[in-house]
């Protein structure tokens, strides 16, 4: 009964948003104010019908209810409860619930929060709102229903997978659709935008919280999804330069771009169609980004061949939104008005590098990521593109950016100064240039390039401070003058700091955990002794230890510096008998300075008895990926707290009744 | 003033082509040892790749193949079923890797033996890879079934 409930309300959602989707825009057009008011209503009980929807299938999930086919084949009744709900998420079908769910939710909150926003542009957002709401229902619809039946219910479901029953992976896809889905409402702005034909300031200001607020939660979704691979997975890496991977980093990376663009449109009334493009792109990567990994599509093309109906569905709605915004976007943007002149050493000018070096870092994530699938279809060769290819053009891109960063904030609109911003900085160069000979005559393996990574992220975060400092005066004026000033720098200033600073701290650990890290493998007995990083480990053997679902064989590790005791380190393998599979739970001690890491696991064979494979790591300042993961977070959150980009608040100065394009 | 904006907007298209001039050339260079192509054991023997070569290969782990090599390597083979390549690998093999299960290896063929970096094997109870079902597709082995659920890849035979 209650999956049939869902069901129904899931249909009617779909014709929620049919409606929602042509009156408000059509009252648009007519200027008819009732029809476009419609579209508050709508976006609120569509938001309803999704949520009772998504209700109806947790449900299912926690009284695992196997009559529902979803149910069987991605829960288990021996799942501990938390992984029971996370299992709503878990499949393709639960996950494109939980896709369209955040996508009402995104849409109810700007037709209830955004009161300031014109009747037209509000209607037209939420229009364009939901015919991607019409798409994805749809889609679930006809071709992956998460409340398909089972007849005759099997007695139990089949996954069990104990290497998926982690909290940070059940925490990982909402945080990443949250990202995801947030960039929907900022291109259906944009989309409503082009229709209207005029961007102006103020709706770069109510764009910009919405961007903001996708940002951080894909920033956030992806730093959980890398430290889920740091401490499960075992192998000690936090980022691989998977598909799975890169296609959550292209939205973060094209979003950062657009986060910075709408900046210029807010202050300068420039970059407009260019904001409008990168709004367009972006959340046309993050469809790109759920379908290729739900389809399959990435492990091989002829995932495709196997499921022709939502292969061609998932093409079909690709093709018509991206393409048609584009389209949409050819048509109107040349009449745009191109905004505010400046002077090529300017804030603008800092920022279009920052753009322009996002970009491009963008497209060669894009070409790694599916130039497999391309080859594949055309010559039929199967290539992997691995680590090499990203490091050779990714970081080559990137590091040029990280130093006009530490520039770029200090520049005036308009015109720079130039001389002057290097005066203020004469210091921060010296710091960077000796630390630069320092973490040189310090370190004598490791590639160049690490070296100089390090002195760009010192050259960062010293450029950063300084310029936080000058804000504030401090130094310059009395203490108490300068918190004074602190207080009244806006929010927005302060998030900046602090997510520039976030940044050249990830790179710290990026750096550190990559170039200079030591690894051991060896078979080891009780007794057996190895020397990592300065540390002395002794393997002293195995004990046998009985947890709620699983028997483990804990490695004990003792760790001696010096002669002197650190710690203790036990790694675990488990074997859950049930599922019977095998998991590998790494051992870290984390200090400031870097991460000792060990796992354990049986020899494969057995005549190696009373053997263990023992693999230690010493990966100095990993930490500092997660730390900076963090302060960019909260960057964003502060930024977003500043009064000025409170949702709606900004008034347009000019009527909007009649709109037309604002041309030259 | 118009002259002015005009100016500055081709020397906006001008340093995006030449940005885009020199990610193409990083592209390019980053092709040239950044892609890894798939071999099965088959196309591994007929035609054997230089040790230079990195690539992947991928089919079944042999029956009663693993032994462990030295202190720290592990030694087993590879077979599509037609053909077999010994494997040596210095690391933790992964969870699901077992005897007769599929594998991916990313490495270079050194004198007859394939030296893994890297094994990945199949990523959970359900999915085999797909450039090993199909490689074993080639030789006949391997016949659908349990594979369908979840990614669904290969189950057309």
């Known amino acids: 009964m209650i999956p049939e409930i869902g069901q129904f309300a899931l249909t009617l959602a779909l014709m929620t948003a049919v409606v929602q989707g042509i009156l408000p825009i059509w009252g648009a057009a007519r200027n008819n104010a009732v029809w476009m008011?419609?579209?508050?209503?709508?976006?609120?009980?569509?938001?309803?019908?999704?949520?009772?929807?998504?209700?109806?299938?947790?449900?299912?999930?926690?009284?695992?209810d196997?009559?529902?086919?979803?149910?069987?084949?991605?829960?288990?009744?021996?799942?501990?409860?938390?992984?029971?709900?996370?299992?709503?998420?878990?499949?393709?079908?639960?996950?494109?619930?939980?896709w369209t769910l955040i996508l009402a939710v995104f849409g109810a909150a700007v037709a209830l929060l955004g009161q300031n926003i014109p009747t037209s542009l509000k209607a037209r957002t939420l229009s364009v709102?939901?015919?991607?709401?019409?798409?994805?229902?749809?889609?679930?619809?006809?071709?992956?229903?998460?409340?398909?039946?089972?007849f005759p219910a099997p007695l139990d479901g089949n996954d069990l997978n104990p290497l998926l029953q982690d909290v940070g992976l059940a925490m990982h896809p909402p945080l990443l659709y949250i990202g995801y889905v947030g960039f929907s409402i900022v291109f259906s702005f944009a989309v409503a935008a082009l229709i209207e034909g005029r961007v102006d300031p103020a709706w770069a200001r109510w764009v910009r919280p919405w961007t903001l607020a996708a940002w951080v939660a894909l920033t956030g979704g992806i730093a959980l999804g890398s430290w889920w691979a740091y401490y499960e997975l075992g192998w000690g890496g936090w980022w691989f330069w998977d598909p799975v991977e890169n296609v959550s980093f292209m939205p973060w990376l094209l979003g950062t771009a657009l986060l910075h663009s709408a900046v210029v449109t807010e202050k300068r009334?420039?970059?407009?169609?260019?904001?409008?493009?990168?709004?367009?792109?972006?959340?046309?990567?993050?469809?790109?980004?759920?379908?290729?990994?739900?389809?399959?599509?990435?492990?091989?093309?002829?995932?495709?061949?196997?499921?022709?109906e939502r292969g061609a569905y998932i093409l079909g709605l690709l093709v018509l939104s991206i393409g048609g915004s584009l389209t949409l976007y050819a048509i109107r943007a040349p009449k745009m008005d191109p905004g505010g002149l400046f002077a090529p050493v300017s804030r603008e000018g800092g920022l279009l590098i920052n753009n322009l070096l996002l970009a491009l870092a963008t497209a060669t994530v894009l070409f790694g990521t599916l130039y497999p699938l391309f080859l594949e279809a055309i010559t039929g060769d199967k290539i992997s593109v691995g680590p090499p290819f990203f490091n050779a053009s990714f970081i080559p891109i990137m590091l040029p950016l990280v130093i006009v960063m530490g520039v770029g904030p200090f520049l005036s609109w308009k015109r720079a100064d130039l001389p002057g911003v290097f005066d203020r900085l004469k210091?921060?160069?010296?710091?960077?240039?000796?630390?630069?000979?320092?973490?040189?005559?310090?370190?004598t393996k490791g590639p160049a390039l690490a070296v100089l990574a390090m002195a760009i992220a010192v050259w960062l975060l010293l450029a950063t401070l300084r310029e936080w400092s000058l804000r504030i005066k401090l130094g310059q004026v009395s203490f108490s003058e300068s918190r004074d000033r602190?207080?009244?720098?806006?929010?927005?200033?302060?998030g900046m700091t602090l997510a520039h600073a976030g940044l050249a701290v990830c790179i710290f650990g990026f750096v550190g955990s990559s170039a200079w890290k030591s690894e051991e493998v060896l078979f080891v007995e009780p007794g057996t002794q190895i020397e990592i990083a300065g540390f002395d480990v002794t393997f002293e053997g195995t004990e046998r230890v009985q947890g709620p679902n699983y028997v483990a064989a804990v490695g004990v590790l003792r760790v001696m510096r010096n002669g002197r005791d650190v710690t203790v380190l036990r790694p675990e393998r488990r074997t859950y008998p049930v599922a019977q599979s095998q998991t590998t739970e790494a051992a870290i001690r984390s200090t400031p300075a870097g991460d000792l890491y060990a796992s354990i696991t049986e020899p494969a064979n057995e005549d190696a008895t009373g053997k263990w494979t023992l693999r230690i790591l010493y990966e100095p300042l990993v930490g500092l990926v997660w730390l900076g993961s963090l302060m960019l977070v909260l960057g964003g959150l502060t930024s977003l707290t500043d009064r000025r980009l409170r949702v709606g608040s900004p008034k347009r100065k000019t009527p909007v009744a009649t709109a037309p394009i604002a041309g030259e | 003033m118009m002259t002015l904006k005009k100016r500055r907007r081709i020397q906006v298209i001008v340093l995006a082509f030449v940005a885009l001039g020199i990610a193409t050339v990083l592209i390019?260079?980053?092709?040239?040892?950044?892609?890894?192509?798939?071999?099965?054991?088959?196309?591994?023997?007929?035609?054997?790749?230089?040790?230079?070569?990195?690539?992947?290969?991928?089919?079944?782990?042999?029956?009663?193949?693993?032994?462990?090599?030295?202190d720290a390597s592990v030694a087993?083979?590879?077979?599509?079923?037609?053909?077999?390549?010994?494997?040596?690998?210095?690391?933790m093999l992964p969870d699901l890797f077992e005897e007769g299960q599929g594998m991916i290896g990313l490495g270079s063929l050194v004198n007859g033996t394939f030296q893994a970096t890297e094994i990945l094997a199949k990523h959970d109870e359900n999915y085999m890879p797909a450039e090993v079902i199909e490689a074993l597709e080639a030789q006949g082995v391997y016949q659908g079934g349990r594979q369908e659920t979840e990614i669904g890849a290969g189950n057309d035979s």
């Open chain 1, 37 to 64: 008011r419609s579209a508050t209503p709508t976006a609120a009980l569509q938001c309803i019908l999704i949520a009772i929807a998504f209700g109806a299938l947790m449900r299912s999930f926690v009284v695992s």
């Open chain 1, 129 to 150: 709102q939901a015919w991607i709401s019409t798409g994805f229902l749809s889609f679930m619809l006809f071709t992956s229903n998460p409340f398909d039946r089972i």
């Open chain 2, 28 to 70: 390019g260079y980053a092709l040239q040892d950044g892609i890894n192509y798939f071999r099965s054991p088959t196309q591994v023997t007929e035609a054997p790749p230089p040790p230079t070569e990195k690539f992947r290969i991928g089919g079944l782990v042999t029956e009663n193949s693993i032994r462990t090599v030295g």
């Open chain 1, 486 to 494: 602190l207080r009244r720098v806006p929010r927005s200033s302060h």
């Open chain 1, 269 to 308: 009334g420039a970059f407009k169609s260019w904001t409008i493009l990168l709004a367009i792109l972006t959340f046309s990567l993050s469809l790109l980004g759920t379908f290729i990994v739900r389809s399959g599509l990435l492990t091989s093309v002829h995932a495709f061949a196997v499921d022709p």
């Open chain 1, 427 to 443: 210091w921060v160069i010296f710091i960077t240039l000796i630390s630069l000979l320092v973490v040189w005559y310090m370190q």
């Open chain 1, 66 to 98: 196997f009559t529902v086919v979803n149910v069987v084949e991605n829960s288990h009744s021996l799942k501990p409860m938390l992984f029971k709900v996370a299992g709503t998420w878990g499949s393709h079908e639960g996950s494109l619930l939980l």
């Open chain 2, 76 to 91: 087993f083979s590879v077979t599509d079923g037609n053909a077999t390549v010994p494997v040596v690998y210095v690391g």
